[in-house]
């Protein structure tokens, strides 16, 4: 007897239906757990555990995006783990005790984002705490993933776009993180590629089926290749903001990645170089200086053509140290990150981030010290009268 964990949007449009009526046929018994919305949070997983016991069930469907998938995962775990709660199993292999496997999960994504279809990895909302909690256990890999364009063609541009940027996060921290492999590096470049071709165009039209299909292959790619490289900042931030202002998980990785990529491309100019050429950009040549920050500016130009916003609404300027905390213990606990960043940093990052209107103001500057200062330093005044250099340093190497 199947369990199928979807949210109650995808019954109501249809699409459940073809699947549904394929288990009728094939004689497998199944019942619907349809409540779940964005970041599934605790307390409706918890529901799904309820459920999945009251019925009876041997495995479970995903079926629907990143939400779906994780929620189904962290109810395996659960599952072979009844004395322990949803808090206790998060971290590394917590739920293996060695005498019950978790039940089968079978995937069903109907965005091209996540690659949870593909990963390790279970990420759960927790609402008590304003956070976000990560399962990981090998055995939570679904059994099978069935990747059907048709299922994409009626995605918004919105969610379109935010999925999109969310697998090319994926596949780009894989790359450029210390635990990439020959192996990853095949699967990330492969998700990179399909992405910078593929995803203006779903993004326009939706119904082009053949680049829908490219993007869920390129999303399943990058899963493939993140849940063995593991991912960096960008995932470590973007998982405060989900936690605090529950803000879409895709959204906040296009927010921060080009902000996260211009702080680590000093101790990666050769392999965004690399990204560059495999992404085949128009005019990608010269050092690789001059590539790296060819690969920058395309993931900024892309963010704009999928009208990515540069600014988090939701941010507020007195939680910012809090989330740049929270972010880098996450990331220092087990993310290879290429270059690693302090807490002042980390703070300044996230403050680009704020909305206009809730920038502080600078500070004023007392007119007195400035002339005080000027008349001991005549040196000041000498190179106040020199015209400043134009330089052609790119952004990359600045950072």
């Known amino acids: 007897k199947v369990m199928i964990v979807t949210g109650g949007f995808t019954v109501r449009g249809g699409l459940l239906t073809p699947m549904t009526d394929a288990l009728t046929a094939g004689g497998t018994p199944f019942v619907i757990f349809d409540k779940i919305t964005p970041d599934a949070p605790i307390p409706l997983v918890e529901q799904g555990i309820d459920f999945y016991r009251e019925h009876d069930c041997d495995a479970l469907i995903a079926f629907g995006g990143g939400s779906s998938m994780d929620a189904a995962k962290a109810i395996a775990c659960a599952i072979a783990n009844p004395t322990k709660s949803l808090r206790k199993l998060a971290g590394y292999f917590k739920g293996f005790n060695g005498k019950t496997s978790p039940p089968p999960i079978y995937a069903v994504p109907t965005t091209a984002g996540t690659g949870s279809e593909v990963t390790v990895a279970a990420v759960i909302a927790d609402p008590e705490r304003s956070s976000k909690i ?62 910078f071709k593929n995803l203006r165009t779903v993004f326009n039209t939706g119904s082009d089926l053949q680049a829908r299909e490219q993007m869920a292959l390129a999303a399943t790619y990058a899963g493939i290749a993140f849940t063995r490289a593991n991912v960096g900042y960008v995932h470590a931030i973007a998982h405060q903001f989900g936690g605090k202002y529950r803000t879409p998980h895709g959204l906040a990785n296009a927010i921060v990645l080009p902000h996260i990529l211009r702080f680590s491309a000093p101790a990666v100019t050769d392999r965004l170089a690399q990204l560059a050429l495999t992404a085949r950009l128009r005019g990608a040549c010269g050092d690789e200086d001059e590539l790296a920050e060819k690969f920058l500016g395309a993931v900024e130009a892309l963010n704009r053509d999928l009208q990515i916003p540069l600014h988090l609404d939701a941010l507020k300027a007195e939680d910012i140290p809090a989330l740049a905390r929270a972010a880098l213990k996450e990331a220092h606990s087990g993310y290879p990150v290429p270059r690693y960043m302090t807490q002042a940093q980390c703070e300044e990052i996230i403050s680009r981030l704020l909305p206009p209107a809730a920038v502080p103001p600078a500070k004023p500057v007392a007119k007195k010290a400035v002339k005080s200062a000027d008349k001991k330093t005549p040196a000041r005044k000498a190179a106040a009268k020199t015209p400043a250099k134009k330089t052609t340093k790119p952004r990359a190497a600045k950072a």
């Open 134 to 195: 990560v399962i990981v256990d090998t055995r939570l890999v679904p059994k099978i993933a069935a990747l059907d364009p048709t299922l994409m063609t009626g995605l918004s541009p919105a969610t379109t776009a935010a999925t999109g940027m969310d697998a090319l996060t994926h596949a780009v921290e894989a790359y450029l993180g210390n635990w990439a492999t020959p192996a990853t590096d095949a699967m990330a470049s492969q998700a990179v590629g399909l992405i």
